[in-house]
């Protein structure tokens, strides 16, 4: 496999938006957690779905991996890029999610010496109220502490997250937040929309009236803001939410919008094989029993038809600056094409077609309507 997305489910506890596939743990298990990754990884081997391949992308996502003691992490890279073959890339990139304060000096000399390339920072915001409304467990002088720690590392790229959209009676500034970080000088960011899931304590606060519901003129706005002042400080806006310097854009991620297979390792984990999707057990505790066990932990597989995927390649192209070309199985009505054109949402250039930031807002009715289209296909 080529594209190897790890998944550690452990978090401290759980942010007020989050319903990601987590498990809340004071002490993270970490021995078993490893043991269950080391065991799946034998199993899919077995049944002969590793293929052998160079890896040019390891991604460990969560949750949150730096809740993994060092050491761990670096014996899980090892087993995984020993079942590379022939051996990993010298410039594969490695990238690992973390929490500013799970940033140490010593984590970092153990994470680069594991050959971890590429840190994610959970930064969210720099305004401690917003902080501790969102549940997250660094305080706002966290992050800079953290970028200069991993820089004096040797981390070579460095991504920070931040959120936009919050209730307006957080009193947040965005735009500060976009200031301090580009001041960090990061190579790449990742902006993400408030979006209110069900099942949060952020759903249950604005069921009861305690928050005031989100409002589409401020994401507007906001989403608006961040383009225009990271593209001006040179950052190019390459997907809906993400800003990467030249050469700094998620090789990672990339594969995934350019329909690349990928192999998941882990609970919950998606993997992506020969247009075979496949997901394993969200619950670490059900993962566990089966990968343990020796079992396969995939919870369910589908397999995508030509119509699907001519659809998913729409939509993950549409979601990127690259845009989508024109084909044979999809139009877009001539009158719908040229609003767009004309309102500034759409570019045509030769047989390409792509969305600007303001057509990204419209993205979803976009594709609902190119979902018609694509019917006959
Ligand atoms: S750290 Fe990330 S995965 Fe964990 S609860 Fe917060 S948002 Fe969810």
Known sequence: MRHIYVHVPFCARRCSYCDFAIAVRKVVPADRYVAAVTRELETRKQNGEWDSEPLETLYFGGGTPSLL??????DLIATITRSAHPLIRPSAEITFEANPDDVTPEAARIWVAAGVNRVSLGSQSFDPAVLAWMHRTHDAEAVPRAVQVLRDAGIPSLS???IFGLPTELNASFERDLEKAVALGPDHLSIYGLSVEARTPLARWI???ATTALSDERYADEFLLAHDRLTAFGYRHYEVSNYALPGRESRHNSAYWLERDYAGLGPAAH???RGVRSWNFAQWTAYERAAKGGSDPTEAREKLSERERRLERLYLGLRTDRGVAKAPWWTIE????DLWTREGWLETTGDQYRLTARGWL???DLVASLTTSADGG
């Open 69 to 74: 003691p060092p050491g761990h992490l670096a």
């Open 362 to 364: 419209r993205l979803d």
């Open 207 to 209: 069921s009861r009236g």
């Open 271 to 273: 993997s992506m094989r």
């Open 160 to 162: 920070l997250d931040f």
């Open 334 to 337: 001539r009158s719908r094409e």
